[in-house]
């Protein structure tokens, strides 16, 4: 099934501000709240959530500007991890907007009793890294390292955060604290996590004294990776499971390198073709000439035909750079820039003056100029 664009089921642009995100998202989570007894949709609600939880986030945002909904599907075209709407925790999303008053879901009528559930595993936050690159290296390919803050499992306690396991006294073990509230759609019972032991139902007599209870220490890493041939500045790489490492179980998170590339002194690019201009002398130009032409894969001869013009340009097929992802490569395309001298000798003008006695008349070019005389 297609699914809506996302910035539509928020009803902002594509150039839309965070603030504007924010805006519209509070305004159709009221609207659509299932406790809303007027317009309350509990389909769109989950919709306009998903769609925040992509949007409001700037790696996953960036992501879905450039591929769509396939950068969240495991068949996408970017080799993206897969994402389902059950994952996003809108609980969490109204406590940031909202404060604690919409922490979680309420039990409202027709739909039953709702909770999110804090104490399963969560992936471990991704991280981006912008990964500069020279010319060469982004053409060719190479390995890099990178050094980033990344959280760890604490080696101390496993992960777990403490010792010695004990329930929560707080929730009774839920990870939630239910009360009842006020609010603009009457009287609803709502859910939050508990404070004590942060949702995840348990807490413990001792406290690891090397990660403070958080379960995870900050520490800095050297990953090594290789660079695919073909990457161009904006293209992004993901390195899987390479992230900080998730709680209760859950999985590491990942590691997107975005790659800016340093232009070259000779060399244009644009996407898989290669643009080098070459200087001709006038009289390479008009006679024709070998060159001698550096290409990506080592220097090649060039004939060069009589009465090159400015501008011109001649394809070397395949001496361009690799595809990304694709076979094959793309194209060399040698520009010829007639240089023209601004110094002569007496007797080098002399022979100019021999060549401005060419006629023109033949000239293709010099007829249509010649009919508006």
Same mark, same amino acid.
């Given at each position: 099934?297609?699914?809506?664009?996302?910035?539509?089921?928020?009803?902002?642009?594509?150039?839309?501000?965070?603030?504007?995100?924010?805006?519209?998202?509070?305004?159709?989570?009221?609207?659509?709240?299932?406790?809303?007894?007027?317009?309350?949709?509990?389909?769109?609600?989950?919709?306009?959530?998903?769609?925040?939880?992509?949007?409001?986030?700037?790696?996953?945002?960036?992501?879905?500007?450039?591929?769509?909904?396939?950068?969240?599907?495991?068949?996408?075209?970017?080799?993206?991890?897969?994402?389902?709407?059950?994952?996003?925790?809108?609980?969490?999303?109204?406590?940031?907007?909202?404060?604690?008053?919409?922490?979680?879901?309420?039990?409202?009528?027709?739909?039953?009793?709702?909770?999110?559930?804090?104490?399963?595993?969560?992936?471990?936050?991704?991280?981006?890294?912008?990964?500069?690159?020279?010319?060469?290296?982004?053409?060719?390919?190479?390995?890099?390292?990178?050094?980033?803050?990344?959280?760890?499992?604490?080696?101390?306690?496993?992960?777990?955060?403490?010792?010695?396991?004990? $329930? %929560?006294?707080? !929730? =009774? /073990? @839920? *990870?939630?604290?239910?009360? #009842?509230?006020? +609010? &603009?759609?009457?009287?609803?019972?709502?859910?939050? $996590? %508990?404070?004590? !032991? =942060? /949702? @995840? *139902?348990?807490?413990?007599? #001792?406290?690891? +004294? &090397?990660?403070?209870?958080?379960?995870?220490?900050?520490?800095?890493?050297?990953?090594?990776? @290789?660079?695919?041939?073909?990457?161009?500045?904006?293209?992004?790489?993901?390195?899987?499971?390479?992230?900080?490492?998730?709680?209760?179980?859950?999985?590491?998170?990942?590691?997107?390198?975005?790659?800016?590339?340093?232009?070259?002194?000779?060399?244009?690019?644009?996407?898989?073709?290669?643009?080098?201009?070459?200087?001709?002398?006038?009289?390479?130009?008009?006679?024709?000439?070998?060159?001698?032409?550096?290409?990506?894969?080592?220097?090649?001869?060039?004939?060069?035909?009589?009465?090159?013009?400015?501008?011109?340009?001649?394809?070397?097929?395949?001496?361009?750079?690799?595809?990304?992802?694709?076979?094959?490569?793309?194209?060399?395309?040698?520009?010829?820039?007639?240089?023209?001298?601004?110094?002569?000798?007496?007797?080098?003008?002399?022979?100019?003056?021999?060549?401005?006695?060419?006629?023109?008349?033949?000239?293709?070019?010099?007829?249509?100029?010649?009919?508006?005389?």
């Amino acid at each position: 099934m297609n699914k809506k664009d996302y910035y539509e089921v928020l009803g902002v642009s594509k150039t839309a501000t965070d603030e504007e995100i924010k805006r519209a998202f509070r305004k159709l989570a009221k609207q659509y709240h299932p406790d809303n007894k007027q317009t309350g949709d509990e389909a769109k609600f989950k919709e306009v959530g998903e769609a925040y939880a992509i949007l409001s986030d700037a790696t996953k945002r960036r992501q879905y500007d450039q591929f769509g909904h396939q950068a969240f599907t495991n068949n996408g075209g970017a080799n993206y991890s897969g994402f389902n709407a059950e994952d996003i925790d809108l609980g969490d999303i109204f406590n940031d907007l909202f404060g604690g008053g919409f922490s979680g879901f309420s039990s409202f009528s027709g739909f039953g009793q709702r909770k999110t559930n804090s104490k399963r595993p969560h992936k471990g936050e991704d991280s981006l890294v912008v990964v500069n690159l020279t010319f060469e290296e982004a053409v060719f390919g190479c390995k890099k390292t990178i050094t980033l803050d990344l959280n760890e499992k604490c080696s101390k306690c496993g992960g777990a955060g403490g010792f010695k396991e004990t $329930t %929560c006294p707080n !929730c =009774g /073990g @839920s *990870g939630r604290i239910i009360s #009842e509230q006020r +609010s &603009l759609f009457g009287v609803f019972q709502t859910q939050m $996590t %508990c404070s004590t !032991c =942060g /949702g @995840s *139902g348990r807490t413990f007599k #001792e406290v690891c +004294s &090397l990660c403070n209870g958080r379960g995870s220490v900050r520490e800095k890493k050297n990953i090594e990776v @290789s660079i695919p041939e073909g990457v161009d500045t904006g293209y992004q790489l993901r390195i899987s499971g390479k992230g900080s490492s998730g709680t209760n179980g859950g999985p590491n998170g990942d590691i997107y390198l975005e790659f800016k590339v340093k232009e070259h002194e000779i060399y244009k690019r644009e996407e898989e073709d290669i643009y080098l201009t070459v200087p001709l002398t006038i009289t390479e130009a008009i006679l024709g000439c070998k060159k001698e032409i550096p290409t990506l894969t080592g220097n090649v001869i060039l004939d060069v035909k009589a009465g090159t013009q400015p501008n011109e340009k001649v394809k070397l097929k395949n001496k361009g750079v690799k595809k990304i992802n694709a076979l094959g490569r793309g194209n060399m395309y040698v520009v010829f820039d007639v240089v023209i001298p601004d110094r002569l000798s007496m007797m080098q003008k002399k022979l100019v003056k021999e060549l401005d006695k060419t006629s023109l008349d033949d000239s293709v070019e010099f007829r249509k100029f010649k009919k508006y005389l």
